[in-house]
């Protein structure tokens, strides 16, 4: 096992041993019941965590669209409400924001753990009224992945607010199959994507990961777990990747696979690499796709 994915498993350890005891009972919200892989792969990494650390499964399970507050409240009368991680904590994903700001204003008498997310707002009023609501909560431990989203997370509520990294190293290394292709390159096609970058060369046929392979079981662990092979097994596809995506990133070291990493949007890639992951010799790092031809070729991320 490399020592970033070691580093990473140790940190999170830590992360939930100081968040909840053995044979306690708690809440696990906003389950990502949509076909994004990296979601799925969170969800499944703060499970095994949880489960380690409690031997319990959770309590309560919700997704953004179904939070019951009352049946939250009898399910787990008195643990833990975790809010699943991720990169939604900010304005560009609405429904996932509203949830937390629900859960944050309803259940002030409970210990919410916000597990590891990416903070971004565009919108300034925005961020002003979830800093009233973070500040204004009695027991919040707000934990980040990057430092820029630490900076933001510390003006919000201080030292309860702390740096950690994504919950998907949980998952440990995974076994890949056989190349079929020299190059696969994994490109979001949705908010984050950054739209004035000119695009790959034909050759790279960009492919991305939004779409559900049917039918899916209806256990919400077992959905989470198909959805994360399903990426495993498309990233597998390429003796080399380029990504966009963090998770693209996140997966493919967890497979060994060698890659280039272009950013999202807003810097959410190359900031969660710079605090976890530039010391990997398998990734490099190109700002256009003009320089993804000459990252690719350094020798540190040769296989």
């Given at each position: 096992?490399?020592?970033?994915?070691?580093?990473?498993?140790?940190?999170?350890?830590?992360?939930?041993?100081?968040?909840?005891?053995?044979?306690?009972?708690?809440?696990?919200?906003?389950?990502?019941?949509?076909?994004?892989?990296?979601?799925?792969?969170?969800?499944?990494?703060?499970?095994?965590?949880?489960?380690?650390?409690?031997?319990?499964?959770?309590?309560?399970?919700?997704?953004?669209?179904?939070?019951?507050?009352?049946?939250?409240?009898?399910?787990?009368?008195?643990?833990?409400?975790?809010?699943?991680?991720?990169?939604?904590?900010?304005?560009?994903?609405?429904?996932?924001?509203?949830?937390?700001?629900?859960?944050?204003?309803?259940?002030?008498?409970?210990?919410?753990?916000?597990?590891?997310?990416?903070?971004?707002?565009?919108?300034?009023?925005?961020?002003?009224?979830?800093?009233?609501?973070?500040a204004a909560h009695p027991d919040l431990t707000l934990y980040v992945?990057?430092?820029?989203?630490?900076?933001?997370?510390?003006?919000?509520?201080?030292?309860?607010?702390?740096?950690a990294p994504d919950s998907a190293f949980a998952l440990g290394p995974?076994?890949?199959?056989?190349?079929?292709?020299?190059?696969?390159?994994?490109?979001?096609?949705?908010?984050?994507?950054?739209?004035?970058?000119?695009?790959?060369?034909?050759?790279?046929?960009?492919?991305?990961?939004?779409?559900?392979?049917?039918?899916?079981?209806?256990?919400?662990?077992?959905?989470?777990?198909?959805?994360?092979?399903?990426?495993?097994?498309?990233?597998?596809?390429?003796?080399?990747?380029?990504?966009?995506?963090?998770?693209?990133?996140?997966?493919?070291?967890?497979?060994?696979?060698?890659?280039?990493?272009?950013?999202?949007?807003?810097?959410?890639?190359?900031?969660?690499?710079?605090?976890?992951?530039?010391?990997?010799p398998l990734v490099a790092r190109a700002a256009s796709w003009a320089?993804?031809?000459?990252?690719?070729?350094?020798?540190?991320?040769?296989?």
């Amino acid at each position: 096992m490399s020592d970033v994915i070691t580093a990473q498993r140790s940190a999170l350890d830590a992360l939930y041993r100081a968040a909840i005891g053995p044979g306690e009972q708690y809440a696990l919200l906003d389950f990502p019941d949509h076909p994004n892989v990296g979601d799925s792969a969170i969800w499944l990494g703060e499970c095994a965590m949880l489960r380690a650390v409690t031997g319990n499964d959770p309590a309560y399970v919700s997704t953004w669209h179904d939070f019951d507050e009352a049946a939250l409240r009898r399910a787990c009368p008195d643990g833990v409400v975790f809010l699943h991680g991720g990169g939604n904590l900010g304005d560009i994903w609405p429904h996932h924001q509203r949830l937390r700001e629900t859960v944050l204003t309803r259940m002030r008498d409970r210990r919410v753990v916000q597990l590891p997310q990416s903070i971004h707002f565009d919108d300034p009023a925005a961020a002003a009224r979830f800093a009233h609501i973070a500040a204004a909560h009695p027991d919040l431990t707000l934990y980040v992945r990057d430092r820029p989203s630490l900076a933001t997370a510390q003006a919000f509520v201080g030292a309860h607010a702390a740096l950690a990294p994504d919950s998907a190293f949980a998952l440990g290394p995974q076994p890949r199959s056989a190349a079929d292709r020299p190059l696969l390159a994994l490109l979001r096609t949705d908010a984050e994507r950054v739209a004035d970058r000119a695009g790959p060369p034909a050759e790279a046929a960009p492919v991305d990961w939004l779409e559900d392979d049917e039918p899916l079981p209806d256990d919400r662990l077992q959905r989470a777990a198909a959805r994360v092979a399903r990426g495993l097994a498309l990233l597998s596809r390429g003796e080399r990747i380029v990504t966009d995506r963090l998770h693209g990133h996140i997966l493919a070291l967890l497979l060994g696979i060698p890659h280039v990493v272009l950013d999202n949007s807003y810097g959410k890639v190359g900031a969660y690499i710079d605090a976890w992951t530039a010391g990997s010799p398998l990734v490099a790092r190109a700002a256009s796709w003009a320089e993804v031809a000459d990252a690719a070729a350094r020798p540190r991320i040769a296989a």
